[in-house]
């Protein structure tokens, strides 16, 4: 089982901030994972990375950029916060098929 | 069209009873599959994986697969009011690598 690591576990911030969404996870997978879901709403992969420096866009369209620097870091940024930003965003990592899902973030853009 | 169907439910049992999730999927040469529990609020949480055709067992959990149906289940027994939650089935269609969730079925039980 992965150890996966999201900071914030909430955030408010008024718009046209800029955002940056962390998650870490020390199990070495490298595979990793963006899905957003909003409240009783089904869950769409946004971002994902095989491993460093990959980076992928999702199936749903998303304004935030990711990045893959190093194995255990994924962060997710949005560069100009809207209201349409707010959700719940999930950070996955795998080994081999198998997904574990961090505790979240849940971002309200006012 | 890659898509995992789920009844959204919500599915009603009562404590100690079998809750039955039913989840189709469209693409017959998928061969990865998944359970997760999601608490309102919380992250999904992985129950279960099953690859091969049959029953596959773990505690009180049990996942059934029929490929030929396109077709994976999940038995829940001794359902107990804790098990109250939002069950996603998600699948790795063939030749993907990404995993696709259904919609998810509410479960409540009422003891």
């Known amino acids: 089982e992965a150890d996966i690591y999201q900071t914030p576990r909430y955030l408010v911030i008024g718009t046209g901030k800029k955002i940056t969404l962390e998650c870490s996870q020390t199990m070495g997978h490298d595979k990793m994972y963006w899905y957003q879901q909003d409240p009783g709403m089904e869950l769409h992969l946004i971002h994902y990375s095989y491993g460093v420096n990959s980076t992928e866009k999702g199936d749903l369209s998303s304004e935030s950029t990711v990045s893959r620097i190093r194995t255990e870091h994924f962060p997710l940024t949005l560069e100009s916060a809207r209201p349409s930003h707010t959700s719940q965003y999930l950070c996955?990592?795998?080994?081999?098929?198998?997904?574990?899902f961090g505790p979240g973030t849940r971002l309200l853009v006012l | 069209q890659k898509e995992v169907e789920q009844n959204s439910g919500p599915l009603s049992v009562p404590e100690g009873a079998i809750a039955s999730l039913n989840c189709t999927y469209s693409d017959r040469g998928s061969q990865s599959f998944f359970w997760y529990r999601q608490y309102s609020g919380k992250s999904p949480e992985l129950i279960m994986s099953i690859y091969s055709n049959g029953d596959k067992e773990d505690g009180r959990f049990t996942a059934q697969l029929n490929k030929a149906s396109q077709y994976v289940s999940l038995l829940i027994r001794d359902s107990q009011p804790s098990d109250s939650a939002t069950y996603l089935c998600a699948v790795i269609f063939y030749n993907t690598d990404k995993l696709i969730f259904g919609t998810g079925t509410r479960l409540q039980v009422f003891p």
């Open positions: 996955a990592s795998s080994i081999q098929e198998t997904q574990y």
